[in-house]
């Protein structure tokens, strides 16, 4: 499987959306579910959101009615829509591959290098 690649990131105002990308292969898409997980330095990893290989989504309850993934197959990307960004969620973001969709986001198998988010005041 391909590694994925995050892209997307960058400064937004407190309250205001972004949208990340994860590229990836089509073998990928097929077959694995696509995670974003973010991690703030200090602290642990917390899983965001995650797409099943049937397109089924799955969402931390803290975004719930804000974040939105999905994913293009034509592109082969996955992203994560992000809206009402909070000043407590600046962080590392993070693309994963899973066998499959889990409440604990563990097991991932393969991590993107990350792409940063930064809410400003």
């Known amino acids: 499987q391909a590694q994925p690649v995050e892209s997307g990131g960058g400064l937004v105002q407190n309250g205001g959306s972004l949208r990340l990308s994860c590229a990836t292969s089509k073998t990928t898409l097929d077959y694995y579910a696509i995670s974003w997980l973010r991690q703030v330095p200090g602290k642990e990893r917390e899983g965001v959101a995650c797409?099943?290989?049937?397109?089924?989504?799955y969402y931390a309850d803290s975004v719930k009615g804000r974040f939105t993934i999905s994913k293009d197959v034509s592109k082969n990307t996955v992203y994560l829509e992000m809206n009402n960004l909070k000043s407590d969620e600046p962080a590392d973001y993070y693309c994963?591959?899973?066998?499959?969709?889990?409440?604990?986001?563990?097991?991932?198998?393969?991590w993107g290098q990350g792409t940063q988010v930064t809410v400003s005041p």
């Open positions: 797409i099943s290989r049937d397109g089924k989504t």
């Open positions: 994963a591959t899973q066998a499959e969709c889990r409440g604990d986001y563990a097991g991932v198998l393969t």
